[in-house]
Every structure is written in structure tokens, then in C-alpha cells.
């Protein structure tokens, strides 16, 4: 394929590689799930090869191959660097590990391609010049007291820090072939951390890999994970066996070779180094990497074979790109279930409380004890009740002028009806939340989960529902003054009092006689009646209807908003698994990936070194 064919190719990727990485960027796995702990690494690795690697390769395909010397612990990369370049480059020695700073070496006329951030542009980069040697690791003080050495310790010297283990040195060579970069990274089993991720990170940025091993180290588990990584993606590997006894390589060879063809590998070149004394400048002789070095000098020399290592790689990396989405879009449904599960569990609670309150509103539960006593005090005897229980058609004058003949403080009943309907609301809100955080505890993400979450307040919620009561009552009395405006319904309004008429209608909202037993409903009856005549005698039956149904849905309303605060910390603890991309979407990505990908056959580029 040509390269404006090849240009052309990457244009027409780019779009869906910049949703792949926003999708990327857009999940948190935050529940404490085995499998979450994996996939935000996987999608980690996954952001770092699109942006080191896969983006701006296709963004370049002209440029530069970067071989990557990768390996274990004292391998030998370092000095096998050293001797490919022809002079000491790169620090060697006994204390491990000796690589902190990945070194990329490359051809004077390359270096505008990686001056920018072409590559790896999460690394800062510090350019040396064509005669230094990767700075050396800072030895540690020796701060014991000594005649020689002050003893207090803010007079000892501080050591000279150097670049960070996030820095790219950059170093030009004449004697690396045009087009070919080499990239000395730090040991893949290290035992820093922050050297293992970075040796990671350095090896998906990579065209293609010059794994170096040894005779004895060649079969560790480690390295060859990362080997099984380059035969999923592709990748154009050479291994250089190092440090070979004289008389057994063909025999390690063989073993290697069946170890690599295991892994989709087989067709990796093999480099044997044998074991041999190094000189003072610990370098190799010339001619034991003379065929590392030719085989280099092919691949750079080779403009259009360089595109098709390129493309190759490329196509790997998208592949493995598509399947680790496909794993991290796995991880994200179990999230999704898991956190459907604890929505479902909340929602189930806090509905059912609010059931329960509203039902109470409705079956007559609030027309007992203190606000029957308060609301007969305001309305006459029990026996006139029970009497007006029998002549519920008396006219409406009459029974304004019983109301009207009996002031009493209406204040007094809505207290009490507050009171009553503040505790039934207080006691669902605990329940629904003791039910909540008993099933959350009953899974590892919502004990988790949980343990961000302060107690249930009572009292707090408690003043919360007495304000909310306090503002519905006074839009009770708001809409009796708006149904009572028209002059028609004044003399009435003044003889039985807003108030007192705003205390009826809350009477009627409560005064389904469902939930009350014996004596009590005859009396919660005759209190309803008494109020519903009230009512009709000042507005009309319509209005009446009116007013109560208006009175029961901004009552529904408030309580509702009451559960929703209630029920808010809990909600607010899966809202970053709510604005995540979702497993369905993720799915449809990878598979765009693996349908986008570009056609061609896998070069065989130095399969007869």
C-alpha cells in the first residue's frame, strides 16, 4: 500500500480512535469488584497505548521504526545498546537496576521526530548531547557520624536529583541507521514498581521488540507474559538469548523456539550471544552483535518494508485494543449489575416508605387519638357528633351556625395533625433506610460503598419534615384563601375563620375511616362529615373535591421530596457508575475497532536472520 493510500487509512481511523479514548476516558470503575480492580488498569493501559503509540503512529507512518530493548534483570540489555551503537551510551553494572531513565538513541537527521510528542507524550524529554552517557542513579549518602563527615544532619549535602523516571532522554548517534530508533528501557521484573509500569508503557509504544534473556533466565514467567502480549498484538519480535555456554546453543535454541511457537512467535528471529569476559569499558566485541546489527540495518534501509513493520504493528495493537475493550466492557456490566441490584434495593425501600406514608394519609391512621380529642374541641361534643352522625342533611346554615358557635383554636388541631403525621414520616424514613444499608452490607461493593456514609440523623430529618408539614398547611390555608377570594364566600370565610376552615379540609384529606377499629370510626366518621359540610356549606361539593384532591398531591409532593434528600447519599454513591460509558456501548466500540481494521498480510521481515 502506498504511502497517501496509508495516509488516507489512518484519516479514516481517527474519529473512532478519538471516541475509543474518550469512552476510555470516561469510566471510574468505583465499586470494589475483583474484576473493576483489573479493568481500570486495563483501561489505563489501554488510554496510554492509544495516545504513545497507536495515534500517533498512524498520525506518522513515515516515521522512524522505535525497537525497544526490553528484558529482564541483568539480562544484558544495556550493554547489548552499548554495542550496537559502538560506544558506551548507556550506564551498566553489578547494582540493579541500573536502566531508571528509558534512553531513546536515534540517526541526528531523526531527531525532529521525536522532539515533539510524537510518542509517548505523557514523558517529559531531556535531550543530551551526542557525547553523554545516560546519567548514572544517585548513590545513597553514607550519614553516619564521622571525624570527616559533619554529624548534624542539615549540614550533610543533599544528592543531585537528576531527570525523574517519567523522562525520555533523547540522544543522537550517527552510527544507528536513518529511520531505526532504539529504545533501552528499564527491566520488565524489576523490582521497582515505577520501573516494571514504565518498562510496560515502553514496550506498547514500540514498532517492534528486541527482547534480550539469558541461557539460565530464558523460560521466567514474567518476560513471558509480556512475550504472549506480542504474539496476540503481532508484534515483530527478535530475541537475543545472551550469555550462551560454548557447546549448548543449538540445544537452548530449540527449546526457545518451541517456547516462541507456543506463543504465536515463531517465526522471531533468534540471536545468540555467547557467554564471554567484557573489557573495562564492559563492552561486547563488534562481532558478537555484528548479525543484530546487520538485520537492523536491513529494516531501516527498507522505506516501504519500515511501513509494513508499521502497519502491522498497527493492526496488532488495534486487535489487542478491541479485545481489551471487550474485557473491560465485561468488567463494566458486572458493575452495572451490581450497582442495578443496590439502586433496585434502595429504590424498593424508600418507594415502600413512601407507601406506607401516603397510605397513612388516607386510610384515617392520622384521625386518632390527640387529633380526634383536638379536632372535637374545635368542633363541639362528642354527643352533638354522633347526633350530626345521624342528620347528615341537615342545611348548610345550620351547621354554620353550630361552627360558628363554637370558636375554639384551630391551631391546636393542626398542631396535633402535624405532630402525628411528622412521626409516621420520620418512622418510614429510618425504616427505608435501615432496609437500604442492610442490603448494601449484604454485598462487598456496598459495604464498601458504605462505609463513606455517615449514620441516619433522625433529629435533622425530623426538623426537615416538621418545616416541610409546617409549609404544606400553609399551602392549605393559601388555597382556601384563593377558592374563598370571590365575594359570594366572604361572610362565610370570616364567620368559620381561614384557619379553622384550612383545619377542616386537612380533616377530609385524612378522613378514610380504612385504618381505624371500634369507637373510633364512628367518631373519625362523624369528624370527616362534620368537616365536609363545613367545607360545602362555604365553597360548593366541586370545590371541595377540588381543594382535597389539590391538598392530597402537594402533600404526595413534599413527602416524596423528603424520601428523594433522604435516599440522595445513597445515590450519590453510584453516580460515577451512572455517567460511566456503559458495557453496551463499550462492546459496539470494540467491535467497530475489529471492522475498521486495516487489511493486509503480516510481513515476514527478518524471519532468516
Known amino acids: 500500500m502506498s504511502a497517501p493510500s496509508l495516509a488516507g487509512e489512518a484519516r479514516g481511523l481517527s474519529p473512532l480512535l478519538r471516541e475509543v479514548q474518550a469512552a476510555l476516558e470516561n469510566l471510574a470503575f468505583p465499586l470494589a469488584l475483583a474484576s473493576s480492580v483489573q479493568a481500570r488498569g486495563s483501561a489505563v493501559a489501554a488510554r496510554a497505548q492509544l495516545d504513545d503509540y497507536i495515534l500517533p503512529r498512524l498520525a506518522n507512518l513515515d516515521a522512524p521504526l522505535v525497537a525497544v530493548v526490553g528484558g529482564s534483570t541483568g539480562a544484558g540489555k544495556s550493554t547489548l545498546v552499548n554495542a550496537l551503537v559502538g560506544r558506551p551510551v548507556s550506564v551498566t553494572g553489578a547494582v540493579r537496576p541500573t536502566t531508571r531513565q528509558p534512553l531513546l538513541l536515534h540517526h541526528p537527521e531523526d531527531g525532529a521526530w521525536f522532539d515533539d510528542e510524537r510518542i509517548l507524550p505523557s514523558l517529559s524529554r531531556v535531550r543530551l548531547s551526542d557525547d553523554a552517557v545516560q546519567p548514572t542513579d544517585v548513590q545513597p549518602i553514607d550519614v553516619r557520624p564521622t571525624d570527616a563527615q559533619p554529624r548534624d544532619p542539615a549540614q550533610l549535602p543533599r544528592p543531585h536529583a537528576g531527570p525523574g523516571p517519567d523522562t525520555l532522554l533523547l540522544r543522537p548517534t550517527r552510527t544507528l541507521p536513518i529511520g531505526l530508533a532504539l529504545l533501552d528501557a528499564p527491566d520488565v521484573d524489576s523490582i521497582a514498581d515505577e520501573n516494571r509500569r514504565l518498562a510496560g508503557q515502553l514496550l506498547a509504544a514500540a514498532d517492534l521488540w528486541i527482547f534480550v534473556t539469558t541461557a539460565n533466565r530464558y523460560a521466567d514467567a514474567v518476560p513471558w507474559k509480556l512475550l504472549a502480549e506480542a504474539g496476540r498484538r503481532d508484534v515483530l519480535v527478535a530475541v537475543v538469548l545472551d550469555r550462551v555456554p560454548r557447546g549448548v546453543e543449538e540445544e537452548i535454541r530449540g527449546d526457545l523456539l518451541t517456547l516462541l511457537s507456543a506463543e504465536n512467535l515463531g517465526h522471531a528471529p533468534i540471536f545468540v550471544v555467547p557467554e564471554m569476559s567484557l573489557g573495562p569499558s564492559r563492552m561486547l566485541p563488534p562481532e558478537a552483535v555484528e548479525p543484530i546489527a546487520r538485520w537492523l540495518q536491513a529494516l531501516a534501509a527498507d522505506a516501504e518494508g519500515r511501513r509494513d513493520i508499521a502497519r502491522r504493528t498497527v493492526r496488532g495493537a488495534m486487535r489487542a485494543l478491541a479485545g481489551r475493550i471487550d474485557s473491560i466492557a465485561e468488567a463494566a456490566e458486572q458493575e452495572q449489575s451490581v450497582g442495578n441490584a443496590l439502586r433496585a434495593s434502595t429504590d424498593d425501600a424508600y418507594r415502600d416508605a413512601l407507601a406506607d406514608v401516603l397510605a397513612s394519609t388516607e386510610d384515617g391512621r392520622l384521625l386518632r387519638g390527640e387529633v380526634l380529642a383536638r379536632w372535637q374541641d374545635f368542633v363541639g361534643t362528642g354527643e352533638f357528633m354522633r347526633g350530626l ?30 405532630s402525628g403525621l411528622q ?187
Not at 342533611?393 to 398542631?415: K, Q
Not at 356549606?537 to 371541595?544: C, I
Open 423 to 609: 412521626t409516621v414520616i420520620v418512622e418510614q424514613a429510618a425504616r427505608a433506610d435501615e432496609a437500604t444499608r442492610r442490603r448494601w452490607r449484604s454485598e462487598h461493593a456496598g459495604a464498601v460503598l458504605l462505609e463513606s456514609l455517615p449514620p441516619w440523623r433522625a433529629d435533622d430529618f425530623s426538623s426537615e419534615v416538621a418545616r416541610e408539614i409546617r409549609d404544606w398547611q400553609q399551602d392549605l390555608l393559601h388555597l382556601v384563601q384563593a377558592e374563598g377570594a370571590d365575594k359570594r364566600f366572604t361572610a362565610r370565610m370570616l364567620s368559620f375563620g381561614v384557619n379553622g376552615i384550612a383545619v377542616a379540609l386537612m380533616v377530609v384529606v385524612f378522613a378514610s375511616t380504612g385504618g381505624l377499629t371500634g369507637g373510633e370510626i364512628g367518631i373519625a366518621g362523624a369528624s370527616a362529615i362534620a368537616g365536609q359540610k363545613l367545607l360545602e356549606a362555604v365553597f360548593g361539593d366541586d370545590a371541595v373535591r377540588r381543594l382535597t384532591a389539590t391538598a392530597r398531591k402537594n402533600l404526595s409532593r413534599r413527602v416524596e421530596g423528603l424520601m428523594d434528600k433522604e435516599r440522595a447519599s445513597f445515590d450519590r454513591c453510584l453516580e460515577p457508575l451512572a455517567r460511566q460509558t456503559s458495557a453496551e456501548a463499550l462492546h459496539v466500540l470494540a467491535h467497530q475497532l475489529r471492522t475498521a481494521l486495516p487489511s493486509g498480510q503480516h510481513t515476514a521481515a527478518g524471519e532468516d536472520a
Open 389 to 418: 352522625e345521624t342528620r347528615i342533611g341537615w342545611a348548610r346554615d345550620r351547621v354554620s351556625a353550630f361552627f360558628t358557635g363554637r370558636p375554639a383554636p384551630a391551631a391546636t388541631v393542626a398542631d396535633a395533625i402535624g
